[in-house]
């Protein structure tokens, strides 16, 4: 079975400052990509970063960074410089072959952030 | 460029009624998912739909729920004869390719209450 593990269901920073949201994962399959998505009260799902499984490099999207541990199938989010709007629940999910036919996106079940002014 | 259109944003229903949600995907995108999302949870796989056909359909419910993307118009989740249980936010998702390197584009969802 393909899980994804979040460890704190919320947390919270200060404005400005550094935070970073946990994630593990478990899959046997060797190709797949992992994401962040936000989720804010307006329920809207955004991508806010992804990251290939065969890549070493960790992505980065402007003030969003991952650190990506494979062989402990470790997939954390940083947010830096955090600002008010980034207040929102965050989601780790990953996409893999399910066997039936198509690449599910696994979730987790999520990481409720607030940012604090 | 529209994104992934689902209608209504909010539906109310009573037990024993049926609900239809509909989704229109990006423009140039024929693969469609459907998700689940209960009160406090992270989104659950129901089926994966293209053009007239069901490819995945191992996270539905084996009764009461069905779906379909035909040729011509929007994708739509029926649920028949809806309960309590059956509350939560469905969300739609369509992607061009069914690969892995692709992460979805999502609806906003619709909000289904049954009272």
Redesign the interface.
Known sequence: AQTVTQSQPEMSVQEAETVTLSCTYDTSESNYYLFWYKQPPSRQMILVIRQEAYKQQNATENRFSVNFQKAAKSFSLKISDSQLGDTAMYFCAFIAYSGAGSYQLTFGKGTKLSVIP | NAGVMQNPRHLVRRRGQEARLRCSPMKGHSHV?W?RQLP??????MV?LQKENI??E??MPKERFSAEFPKEGPSILRIQQVVRGDSA?Y?C?SSPL?????????G??T?LTVV
Do not use: C, H
């Not at chain 2, 406090?40 to 796989?45: I, R, S, V």
């Not at chain 2, 069914?98 to 999502?106: C, D, K, V």
């Open positions: 998912y998700y406090e949870e992270g989104l659950k796989f994966y490819i995945d191992s996270g936010a969300f998702a069914a690969t892995e390197n692709y992460g979805y584009t999502f906003s969802g909000r």
